[in-house]
Structures are given as C-alpha cells and as structure tokens.
C-alpha cells in the first residue's frame, strides 16, 4: 500500500509539477494577449487620430481652394472692369480726337475757300 501511496503522491507531484506549468504558460500568454490588446488599442487611437488629421487637412485644403477661387473671381473682376474703364477711355479719347479732326478739318476747308475767294479776287 504504501507503494500505492508513493506512486500516487509521486503522480500527483508530476500531476501539479504539470498543471503549475501549464498555468505559466497560461499567464505568459495572458500578458502577451494583453500586450496586444494594448497594441491594439494603440493602433486603433492612431488609426483614429490620422484620420482626424486627414479629414482637418481636406477641410483646409477645400477653404484654401475657395480662398483661391474668390481672389482669382475678384482679380478677374478688377481686370475686366479696369479693361472695361481703359476701353471707355480710348473710346472718349477717340470719340474727342475725331470731333477735332473734323473740327480742323472744317476749319481748313474755311481757311482754303477763304484764300481762294482772295486769290480769285485779286485775278
């Protein structure tokens, strides 16, 4: 019997000498699952942030584009109405010399008769 007994306290030694490293095992690979709970946790806030950031950057991009726009609209406004003022301008200018061409042009016409009438007078 006390064989028995020795075989079996030896078998329950072997037994606990087993389960105590089957435990170890269990708890390294507890932490481990932890570590990569926490990894994945981590990449999950990053993944979070970076797109946070990417959606920050497209919303500054779209305002620096309409900023973009409206001074290309308002510079395109100024030129065509500046074009439109120098277009006017030359026009008066234009309208201006061309009454005095006529003006002179009358004038000479006057002058011309009146040295002819003189000239046909003194024949």
């Given at each position: 019997m006390d064989k028995?007994?020795?075989?079996?306290?030896?078998?329950l030694a072997s037994a606990r000498q087993q389960i105590e490293y089957q435990q170890e095992?269990?708890?390294r690979q507890s932490e481990q699952?932890?570590?990569?709970r926490e990894i994945q946790k981590n990449l999950e806030s990053s993944i979070e942030k970076i797109?946070?950031?990417?959606?920050?950057?497209?919303k500054e991009i779209r305002h620096l584009a309409d900023v973009i726009v409206t001074q290309?609209?308002?510079?395109?406004?100024l030129i065509i109405n500046d074009a439109l003022s120098?277009?006017?301008d030359a026009n008066l200018e234009y309208t201006v010399l061309e009454k005095n061409l006529n003006t002179y042009k009358k004038r000479m016409r006057e002058?011309?008769?009146e040295q002819m009438k003189f000239l046909d007078q003194l024949n």
């Amino acid at each position: 019997m006390d064989k028995l007994y020795h075989k079996m306290e030896k078998n329950l030694a072997s037994a606990r000498q087993q389960i105590e490293y089957q435990q170890e095992i269990i708890n390294r690979q507890s932490e481990q699952l932890e570590l990569y709970r926490e990894i994945q946790k981590n990449l999950e806030s990053s993944i979070e942030k970076i797109d946070e950031y990417k959606e920050k950057q497209k919303k500054e991009i779209r305002h620096l584009a309409d900023v973009i726009v409206t001074q290309a609209i308002q510079n395109a406004d100024l030129i065509i109405n500046d074009a439109l003022s120098q277009s006017k301008d030359a026009n008066l200018e234009y309208t201006v010399l061309e009454k005095n061409l006529n003006t002179y042009k009358k004038r000479m016409r006057e002058i011309l008769e009146e040295q002819m009438k003189f000239l046909d007078q003194l024949n």
